[in-house]
């Protein structure tokens, strides 16, 4: 278990929830450190005054802001601080409630699994869990967390309540603000349908199981390969490089799946092309306890995900909740033919 990062009550109307917030994600992989080249000596950080150089305690170390006028600060005491906190910092009252998917991903910052803080909370715990659920509703609220207030969405995942912090309106930056203007560019019908139809055909149900983090296996490897005295060297999968096309639609129509562009009967997983090329860049899952459930491309076998492709071409219904052995049922393939 992990400590909780806050500890408050959830106000449900006028019912209160003890809750608890635990961190959902983590990043995993080796930690790199800093080191003087040549030796084993670890580089720190320190706190120093910069006009004399000297280090600073930290029960010394205060904080300030900067005021209209260039290098002039403010200094601001804990206890200032504290004062205008909004008043229940320690709650989160939801104001009203959204349907689900109504925020746009762009306005998420981070995400927490809300836990009951005693058994005493668990009905009523369970009871708002059990609403949203049943209504498809997210609750709106606010909440102070390190020293920082911010719009929190409340809603089921995954079994339990979670609590998703979002960034303030004046936060999200327009495209404008970072970037120069989008030319507009007339669009032909024909390249647009062939846009649309490379859209449809690519289309697959999500699934985090079928991604990996590719660069954080190899670190691992070559961190353990060192540690050794051996050596670790990545030879990378060459992605197959694209047929030359004359203008965006032969582009688009060269990046079909080759059984689309050639009208063949066999609307099965899509032939080696350009597109698929990039696509394959992803390198299949580990051998540990998670990878090991899921047949590696090399053994010949159709993976889920190809299988999930072929279901979506038919509109198998409830495909996204189907073994590997249900899918092949589903798009009418025995084992001699899912092994290809």
Do not use: C
């Not at 080191?35 to 580089?43: L, N, Q, V």
């Not at 050794?228 to 694209?242: K, L, N, S, Y």
């Not at 698929?276 to 993976?303: K, S």
């Amino acid at each position: 278990m992990v400590n909780p990062v806050w500890v408050g009550t959830l106000m449900f109307g006028r019912v209160p929830v003890g809750v608890r917030l635990y961190s959902a994600r983590e990043r995993r992989g080796p930690v790199l450190h800093q080191f003087e080249r040549g030796t084993a000596d670890r580089i720190r950080y320190v706190r120093v005054n910069e006009r004399t150089g000297e280090e600073v305690a930290g029960e010394d170390v205060v904080r300030g802001a900067r005021t209209g006028v260039e290098d002039e600060y403010v200094v601001l005491e804990p206890e200032e601080l504290e004062e205008i906190l909004p008043h229940g910092s320690r709650t989160m009252e939801l104001t009203g409630f959204l349907s689900q998917g109504a925020v746009d991903a762009l306005w998420y910052a981070s995400t927490y699994y809300v836990a009951p803080r005693a058994a005493a909370d668990a009905k009523a715990y369970q009871l708002l869990y059990t609403a949203l659920e049943q209504t498809r509703r997210t609750g709106v609220a606010t909440i102070v967390l390190r020293d920082r207030e911010y719009p929190v969405l409340i809603e089921p995942n995954r079994g339990v309540l979670s609590a998703s912090t979002l960034w303030w309106p004046d936060e999200v930056r327009e495209p404008d603000d970072v970037m120069p203007p989008v030319a507009h560019a007339a669009l032909a019908k024909s390249e647009l349908e062939l846009a649309r139809e490379l859209v449809r055909s690519l289309s697959i149900e999500w699934d985090p199981e079928d991604y990996s983090d590719s660069y954080g296996q190899r670190l691992t490897e070559l961190v353990r390969a060192k540690a050794r005295g051996r050596t670790f060297t990545h030879r990378p999968e060459q992605a197959v490089p694209p047929e030359d096309a004359d203008g965006l639609g032969e582009a688009l129509r060269q990046s079909l799946p080759a059984q689309r562009t050639r009208g063949a009967r066999s609307r099965g997983p899509r032939a080696s092309t350009g597109a698929e090329g990039a696509g394959r860049a992803r390198e299949p899952r580990g051998t540990g306890a998670r990878g090991a459930r899921v047949e590696r491309r090399g053994e010949g076998r159709a993976t889920k995900r190809e299988l999930l492709q072929r279901a979506s071409e038919l509109d198998v219904p409830g495909r996204s909740k189907m073994s590997r052995e249900q899918l092949e049922e589903a798009v009418g393939l025995n084992g001699a033919e899912a092994r290809r």
